[in-house]
């Protein structure tokens, strides 16, 4: 079971940091990829790490300005937001599978979203 939390109400240029949480200890050999669906919009990838961290990947919308990291001890799964825009306002999930973590929704399970909303 995920469980996706951080996110809240900023305005434009602020950060915001969005944990992904699991119970199983197994979390921490599972790649985790977040995603995001703005209103009104299909649900598009954000970035994603393997188990290990080693390999990462990222939206072109938010290469640069998002970064994905874990702390395995803790089975947790960390996207540092930082430089907001209101075109980041969306709804975040976190999602994870045993051997996939790339772009596609491909992962086996789902957390419930976090929202995340910029104000300009």
């Known amino acids: 079971q995920l469980q996706a939390s951080g996110g809240g109400v900023v305005q434009a240029g602020a950060s915001l940091r969005l944990s992904c949480a699991a119970s199983s200890r197994t979390f921490r050999r599972y790649a985790v990829g977040w995603f995001r669906q703005a209103p009104g919009k299909e649900r598009e990838f954000v970035a994603s790490?393997?188990?290990?961290?080693?390999?990462?990947y990222y939206a072109p919308s938010v290469q640069g300005r998002f970064t994905i990291s874990r702390d395995n001890a803790k089975n947790t799964v960390y996207l540092q937001m930082n430089s907001l825009k209101p075109e980041d306002t969306a709804v975040y999930y976190c999602?994870?599978?045993?051997?996939?973590?790339?772009?596609?929704?491909?992962?086996?399970?789902w957390g419930q979203g976090t929202l995340v909303t910029v104000s300009s």
């Open positions: 999602a994870a599978d045993s051997a996939y973590n790339g772009f596609e929704e491909q992962y086996d399970y």
């Open positions: 790490s393997s188990w290990s961290g080693a390999s990462t």
